[in-house]
């Protein structure tokens, strides 16, 4: 991630998916350059298959191996960073992909008094179904989930060859949704500084 000016947001946009063939990264590339266009944030994109994490968590209470710190480094330090975050996910049996939950649980206070973004897709339901199963997992973690959401519906239609979609409302939904986030991202920002979050 870039170096940023004091008051610029840090946002860990991450791609859920790991499926071969996924759309995933369409939809992360399209909310990153929206958060691109601004000048109160920038992205850093984390693509859960160029950085994968193991599957297999340590014995509760033990600190992972060494090979799984190292893997971890491509992941943790940049998610400890952000000051928000956008989860881009699509939706599998109702739910979010298991890839993404790996990811979560592999964290904790990187977390915590930070607010979350959702980008979602998928067939009828848009992924609405994984973003509200997500906002439960998320609030155990202490994290604060946005309200407004971008959701593509039927994806495969919705977008061009460009790699945009073809609606304006779009456009809107991402803008409404990262109003939010910026709001929330500097208010909880600050009051981490002001007096950090305890558990």
Do not use: C
């Not at 060494?66 to 975050?85: I, K």
């Not at 599998?92 to 904790?108: M, V």
């Not at 509200?132 to 971008?150: C, D, F, G, M, W």
């Amino acid at each position: 991630m870039a170096d940023a000016t004091d008051d610029t947001l840090r946002i860990a946009v991450l791609i859920g998916s790991t499926r071969d063939g996924r759309f995933g990264p369409v939809v992360a590339d399209w909310i990153a350059g929206h958060i691109a266009e601004r000048e109160d944030m920038e992205a850093d994109l984390i693509d859960l298959v160029d950085t994968p994490l193991p599957t297999v968590l340590p014995a509760f209470g033990r600190p992972p191996s060494d090979e799984v710190v190292s893997l971890l480094g491509a992941v943790t330090p940049r998610l400890a960073g952000a000051d928000a975050f956008v989860i881009v996910t699509p939706e599998y049996n109702h739910s979010f992909p298991a890839s993404l939950k790996n990811a979560i649980d592999w964290h904790n206070e990187q977390w915590h008094a930070k607010p979350v973004g959702f980008v979602s897709y998928g067939g009828i339901a848009g992924g609405l179904r994984a973003v509200e199963q997500l906002r439960v997992v998320l609030a155990e973690l202490h994290a604060v989930t946005i309200r407004n959401t971008v959701s593509f519906h039927n994806y495969g239609e919705v977008f061009g060859a460009d790699g945009k979609p073809s609606d304006p409302a779009s456009d809107v939904a991402a803008k409404a949704m990262l109003d939010q986030l910026t709001w929330w991202g500097q208010a909880l920002r600050t009051a981490r500084q002001a007096r950090p979050y305890a558990v």
